[in-house]
Each structure stands twice: as C-alpha cells, then as structure tokens.
C-alpha cells in the first residue's frame, strides 16, 4: 500500500535533505526508528512501573531525538510530552502518550515499507 | 587523520556518519563515552576530531572532554559536541569544559561540512605550529655553522652524564679541543676561510670518535667531546686519536710549525666521588688545555699533568 501525503508520518522533504537525498538510506533510517520505538516504549513503560522518573524523561529525551533527525514531528512531539512529564514527576500522565508513540512507529514502520527507492 | 563520533542514538549516529563520509572523511563510531575514550587515547587511531554527544552512558560528553583536554595530547584533539536545540545550559557546561564548538540536533549536514571543516583548519594548523617548533628545538641544540651539537646541547648532555655517573658508579671523560693559532689563521686568510676550516674539523672529529662517543662545538674555535664509560688510558687514546686525525687533514695553516692546522686537546675524567659541579669539570679540562698550549701546542694533556704528542707521552 502507497501512503498519501497525508498519510506521512515525516516532513519527507525534510528527511530527504537530511540523508542527502538518499532514499534507501532514509528508508534504513527510518526502519531503525520503526524498531526502535517498541523498545524505548518498553523502557519507558518499566521505568514508569518503578517511578524511576528520570529515566522515563532520559528515555523520552533520546526518542525524541532520533525522531527529530528524521523530520517525524508527530513523534517527537509525542515524545517530548513524556520527556516533559518525566521532568515534572506526573509519569501516571504518560500511557496514554505511549500508546499514541507505539501508533505512530508502527505508522513510521509501515512508510518505510512503503518508501519507493 | 580519523573523526570520531560518540553518540549512544543510532539514527542520530548514522545520519553523521553518512554525512561526513560523503564529505570524504575516515569516520569511527562509538555508542558510548568510555569507548570514545579508549580510541582517542590510541595513538594509531590517529582521532583528531570528536563529535561527541552529551548524554551518552559509560562517560557523557563534559566528562570526555575534560579527560582530553587534561590528557595532554602530542596532537590538538578538536571537540564538537552534539546537543538538543534550548538545552542552552549544556551549551555552556560544554564550552566550559574545553569543547571547541557545538551542533544541533537535528543537525543540517550542510552547516556540519563547514563546522567539521573549521575545526580540521584549526587541528591543521596546531601541527604545523607543532612541527615548527619540533624544528626550532632541533635548531636550538645545532651549531648551525658545523651542524654538531652546540653549547647548549653540550650542557644538557654533561649534566645528564654527571647523574649517571654518580647512579651507575661509572667514569667519563671530557676531552677540550682547541684549534692552535686560529686568530691568526682568521686575520690571515679571512673568515670564510674560517669557517670552512671550522667545518673540516669538525667533520674530522665526528669520524675520528666512536660511535658511543659525541662531539659539540663549544665556542669559537673550541670543541668538547664527551666519551661515556671511559678512563684515563682511554680517553688519553681517543684524545691522540683525533690530534693525529686533525693534523693528518693537511689544512694549510701558515702560522704554525707544521704549516697546517692543529689542535690542542685537554683530557679529564670524572669519577663518582668528584664534585658534582660542570664548572668543575670543565675547569679540569681546560687546565689540562692550558697545559697543552704551555707545551707548544698540536699535543695532548692529561689529568696528572702528562702530555704527551705523537702517541709518546711525556712526563713534565
């Protein structure tokens, strides 16, 4: 299945500019990304189960980052707000925003897929 | 010459990778401080530049680039570190603690070739300076007339034989050269003239020693020679040695007896239960020098005051 653009979970343009205009490097890239969501979710998730606060936001902190590299807003956007929560201690805020992050890397995973190189 | 990039993110640590290898750079990429450390302490990995995030386990960024600016590197190690776009406060615990510059991430591949490329200017630039000064050393411790060592070369080395002789227990001799005549043979022939027989001598000296032993131009017309692990009957050999060498280079010298150039040498040893002092030594020396001179120059004088000329000593 073919993504519309306003299917995009990135700023393709801005993506592009990124990996030098590499498709299949961005493809790469965000594979990676797709992979590396359920990850730190999960360990955002344990650390959120111990009130380990700032781990939560470490994690958050680094998600956020690798999302902004690839111009996926919506995920860094995500991401921040748990790395906000994570700074405040409100982490019985942050599941819902979890389940919102697992959404948009599958959506981030599928686009990979999806990416014509 | 390698970039290293620490970074613990590895979409963050690829884009970079990618970015300088387009720009034709040999890269190594390490996840965390702590390995970033053990690559920039290897001398063969040859890392001149550090991209290093600030939030990396093992060992974060200040604390990486504290350990290199305190490491006392023989290269400039150049630091850009990689920061989070309104964590202004990493920004200045960074500079602070010795990072050369910063970048944001998300990053822009294009601003990153010129920040990487500022910095290889500036490590560029350090080893120039670094290889100039490694000459300039080399130049201060050259007669730059003869191409020996010179005085001050000769005064690091006596100070260091010294301390060996008095930690191993073991004698050296010190050998005072002086060229007979050479105001005359100047005032006669001119300065060029000189120096060129400056020149000669002390190519002769050099072949005439062993190879353990070295040769320094003291002053105007003086050599010092030091000869390790040598005693009297020795040094008094080594000393005739290069008397005999000089006179046999049949340097015209219109001022002397044999009608070319000749030199005078004085002999000395130093021993472990001897005063300490340079001054001292030297003093030995040239008092033995004197002597020679005093005897009718082109012959050689020892520490008791025996001289002795064309292998036959003499007591006075």
């Given at each position: 299945m073919i993504e519309t653009m306003s299917d995009c979970p990135l700023d393709l343009e801005e993506a592009l500019a990124r990996t030098g205009g590499d498709r299949q490097f961005l493809r790469e890239l965000l594979e990676m990304l797709g992979e590396d969501v359920p990850q730190r979710v999960a360990a955002i998730r344990e650390a959120v189960a111990r009130s380990d606060a700032e781990t939560v936001r470490s994690e958050a902190h680094t998600l956020k980052g690798a999302a902004a590299n690839l111009a996926a807003g919506r995920l860094a956007e995500l991401s921040l707000g748990v790395e906000e929560r994570g700074r405040a201690g409100?982490?019985?805020?942050?599941e819902p925003l979890l389940a919102s992050i697992e959404r948009e890397g599958e959506r981030i995973a599928r686009f990979a897929r999806s990416l014509p190189t | 010459m390698r970039i290293l990039i620490a970074e613990d993110e590895r979409i963050s640590r690829e884009l970079l990778r990618r970015a300088l290898e387009n720009i034709r750079h040999e890269v190594i990429a390490v996840t965390d401080g702590l390995e970033a450390w053990n690559h920039i302490v290897d001398?063969?990995?040859?890392?001149?530049?550090v991209i290093a995030d600030?939030?990396?386990?093992?060992?974060d960024g200040i604390e990486l680039t504290r350990r290199i600016r305190s490491a006392g590197f023989r290269h400039y190690v150049y630091v850009i570190m990689l920061t989070s776009r309104g964590q202004r406060q990493d920004v200045i615990d960074g500079l602070s603690a010795g990072a050369d510059d910063y970048v944001i991430k998300p990053f822009d591949p294009g601003e990153l070739f010129f920040r990487v490329r500022c910095g290889l200017r500036i490590v560029d630039l350090e080893e120039q300076l670094a290889a100039r000064n490694r000459e300039l050393e080399r130049m201060a411790m050259v007669?730059?007339?003869?191409a020996i060592p010179n005085r001050r070369a000769f005064d690091d080395d006596l100070g260091r034989r010294i301390l060996e002789c008095q930690r191993y227990r073991r004698p050296f001799a010190l050998l005072m050269i002086d060229i007979d005549q050479f105001k005359n043979y100047n005032d006669t022939l001119g300065h060029a003239a000189g120096d060129s027989a400056l020149r000669r001598i002390a190519l002769v000296l050099k072949r005439a020693l062993r190879g353990t032993d070295d040769v320094y131009r003291y002053g105007g017309e003086e050599f010092a020679c030091i000869l390790p692990e040598t005693d009297e009957d020795g040094a008094m050999l080594v000393a005739e040695r290069l008397r005999a060498a000089v006179e046999a280079?049949?340097?015209?010298?219109?001022?002397?007896a044999p009608g070319v150039v000749t030199v005078s040498v004085g002999v000395t040893v130093h021993r472990p239960?001897?005063?300490?002092?340079p001054s001292w030594i030297v003093e030995n020396a040239d008092r033995a020098l004197y002597r020679a001179k005093r005897a009718g120059r082109n012959r050689i004088s020892g520490p008791q005051q025996a001289t002795c000329t064309g292998g036959f000593p003499v007591l006075k």
């Open positions: 409100t982490l019985d805020e942050v | 001398e063969s990995a040859d890392i001149r530049l600030w939030m990396m386990p093992g060992l007669d730059g007339l003869t280079e049949k340097i015209p010298h219109p001022g002397t239960q001897h005063p300490d002092s």
